[in-house]
């Protein structure tokens, strides 16, 4: 079992920036690849990003590519969501899990944290 802990979120204005982690302890962070996840009140969990095991390959949702980044140091098991140019529709909890593959389906991935808020004003 792998525990995982977000932090990074806040309020922030539209076109702003923030940079999530994601801390794992627990069994060996760097056998998994990392996804983000994130969901708005009254809608489903949707894919963001996820990144290799090895950190070598990546895929992003649309809504995000070129302004969001993911990436991670297996040394420090943190996984990192860097997201600039943020829009109101980013706004959301922002989940980390961890899963086998570069899936995109919330129900490939196993271990979650618990999230963090992530709110951006226009």
């Known amino acids: 079992q792998v525990h995982l802990a977000e932090s990074g979120g806040g309020l922030v204005q539209a076109g702003g920036s923030l940079r999530l982690s994601c801390a794992a302890t627990?069994?060996?962070?760097?056998?998994?690849?990392m996804g983000w996840f994130r969901q708005a009140p009254g809608k489903e969990r949707d894919f963001v990003s996820v990144?290799?095991?090895?950190?070598?390959?990546?895929r992003y949702a649309d809504s995000v590519k070129g302004r969001f980044t993911i990436s991670r140091d297996n040394a420090k098991n943190t996984v990192y969501l860097q997201m600039n140019n943020l829009k109101p529709e980013d706004t959301a909890v922002y989940y980390c899990?961890?899963?086998?593959?570069?899936?995109?389906?919330?129900?490939?991935?196993?271990?979650w944290g618990q999230g963090t808020q992530v709110t951006v004003s226009s």
């Open positions: 899990a961890t899963g086998p593959i570069l899936a995109v389906l919330p129900a490939t991935y196993s271990s």
């Open positions: 627990g069994r060996t962070f760097s056998n998994y690849a």
């Open positions: 990144i290799s095991a090895t950190g070598l390959s990546t």
